[in-house]
């Protein structure tokens, strides 16, 4: 049960902050949209700061089965790469409006690097999670090593991320392509240099 409230509580913080901007959604907002009291809040997160950093986090796991379902060696390269793709469309897109929230907050920022940075979790893993599959491609000889593991993980996060910015920033897709368009595209232009021939 507590498992259960917990996450009706990052619901509602995660919709309300998404209508309001971090800054301006309280405690006692979050316990009205859950149905909760502002003290039972308390007995599942010590601040509301820390609810905003569970949100920062919520996303990764969904990003993780990604290499569940696309493992070095199964399928071809650019089909689990566009998969890929698509996985980190998806997290980008839950995480960059909260995101921003954060950059606008210089003392949450600084509180959220303090309690992330010793656990070793943030949004780097995205990246390391992603070299470290294609690091695992180029073992078995199915992605060439003409650029490194995590160049080429770069090389495939940067325009996803940049593609989710600036839907979000101006409410409509200016490439006019759907995340899957986007994903194989991309893909099919990194793979004419990273495939073996």
Not at 93 to 103: C, N
Not at 109 to 127: C, D, E, H, Y
Request: glycine share 8%.
């Amino acid at each position: 049960m507590a498992g259960a409230t917990r996450q009706k509580i990052l619901d509602a913080a995660e919709k309300l902050l998404l209508l309001k901007g971090l800054a301006r959604v309280t405690t006692k907002e979050i316990a009205r949209e859950t149905g909760l009291s502002e003290g039972a809040l308390y007995r599942h997160f010590d601040h509301k700061e820390e609810i905003f950093f569970a949100l920062m986090a919520r996303h990764l796991p969904a990003f993780h089965e990604t290499f569940q379902a696309h493992q070095a060696g199964t399928g071809t390269p650019s089909e689990n790469l566009a998969a890929i793709a698509q996985a980190a469309l998806h997290y980008y897109d839950q995480i960059v409006p909260m995101g921003a929230s954060f950059l606008a907050d210089t003392e949450l920022l600084a509180q959220f690097r303090a309690t992330i940075q010793p656990l070793g979790i943030g949004p780097q893993n995205v990246f390391e999670l992603v070299a470290a599959y294609i690091e695992e491609e180029q073992q078995l000889g199915r992605i060439g090593r003409q650029i490194s593991a995590l160049n080429m993980a770069i090389l495939l996060l940067g325009p996803c991320f940049q593609w989710v910015f600036n839907r979000l920033f101006l409410g409509a897709d200016p490439f006019h392509k759907t995340e899957q368009q986007f994903a194989e595209e991309l893909v099919q232009g990194l793979t004419s240099s990273i495939l073996p021939s």
